[in-house]
């Protein structure tokens, strides 16, 4: 069962429209994964460098259909008691001594220990029920009946057992709890995956999925994120900047600049009240948008032509 209003997703155009409405600007591509992942109720696997918007792209989703949005940060060690479902034990105790008389009178009249275990055995399912059941991102996805998000962001720093254990969820939309049996999704949520390809994953976890990689995005797109982002900034420095990010990009530099940069950068500058790039402004700059000092390194050897270049491209 799918809650979810379809009324902002019956089209490609009305996806990348209504994630404009949000501040995501997309390509094509991505409303086009989006829509096929809402028709088949398919999770998208959402790969890239880091920063292109995989994340954001999630958040954005739940912000234009207003729906609820549930996260889950993966890491190394990360396992089902952190992600699905732990017992409250602190209220189980509680109850327990709350309850003591009454276990006195379960036990009252019984001869011996076993006897007593067996009649307190009648009654452990009352602690191991839902109301002593503490929720984790995955279990409270599935019971959102106005439906959600579910993020799953970067899937890669999970362990292998971690990621074979999802597969129930993006298959099927629900879990098993031994003491309590299977919960199934009270409405099925849109589930993305996000990976920094920092390992290689399952085949039965893609296969399962909707795959989308997002790429650095080209010129027009990333004027265009800007334009929504940092309204305030002028065309001709707007065509500037990102021509200088689109160059560096093609350097040989650790830490390519991501679209985010790119963002930060634009602010920089405003805040600066520059109104064109030169060599001196770039120089002083250039830790915003590179992280590593043999980066800046090897930029600071070519700024004088790279700022030219992005000069020249504005028409300055």
Request: glycine content about 4%; overall charge negative; charged content about 30%.
């Amino acid at each position: 069962m799918n809650a979810i209003n379809d009324e902002k997703i019956t089209s490609i155009d009305k996806i990348k429209e209504s994630l404009k409405e949000v501040e995501y600007i997309c390509s094509k591509h991505i409303a086009t994964t989006l829509y096929l992942s809402f028709q088949l109720n398919k999770p998208v696997l959402v790969e890239g460098p880091a920063g292109v918007g995989k994340t954001e792209l999630a958040k954005k989703t739940a912000e234009f259909l207003n729906i609820p949005l549930v996260r889950l940060q993966c890491y190394e060690g990360l396992d089902e008691t952190k992600a699905l479902y732990e017992w409250k034990y602190g209220k189980q105790l509680l109850y327990t001594q709350i309850l003591k008389d009454k276990l006195n009178d379960v036990v009252r009249g019984e001869n011996g220990l076993r006897e007593s275990i067996e009649a307190l055995h009648r009654y452990d399912d009352i602690f191991f029920s839902r109301q002593f059941l503490e929720p984790r991102p995955l279990l409270t996805a599935l019971q959102k009946k106005e439906g959600c998000v579910l993020l799953i962001d970067e899937i890669d720093k999970s362990d292998d057992e971690f990621e074979a254990f999802l597969l129930e969820i993006l298959s099927d939309f629900q879990v098993s709890i031994p003491e309590i049996g299977t919960i199934t999704a009270e409405s099925m949520p849109l589930v993305f995956l996000t990976s920094n390809n920092t390992r290689e994953l399952s085949d039965a976890l893609k296969r399962r999925c909707i795959h989308l990689f997002i790429p650095f995005p080209e010129s027009q797109l990333e004027r265009e994120v800007i334009n929504i982002k940092v309204p305030d900034i002028s065309e001709k420095l707007r065509i500037q900047l990102v021509d200088f990010i689109q160059q560096i990009r093609k350097l040989n530099v650790k830490k390519i600049p991501s679209i985010s940069e790119t963002i930060d950068w634009a602010r920089v500058l405003l805040l600066l009240h520059a109104d064109t790039l030169n060599s001196d402004l770039v120089r002083k700059t250039l830790h915003v948008i590179l992280k590593f000092q043999t980066d800046i390194d090897v930029v600071s050897e070519n700024i004088h032509d790279l700022t030219q270049h992005a000069v020249r491209e504005a028409g300055g």
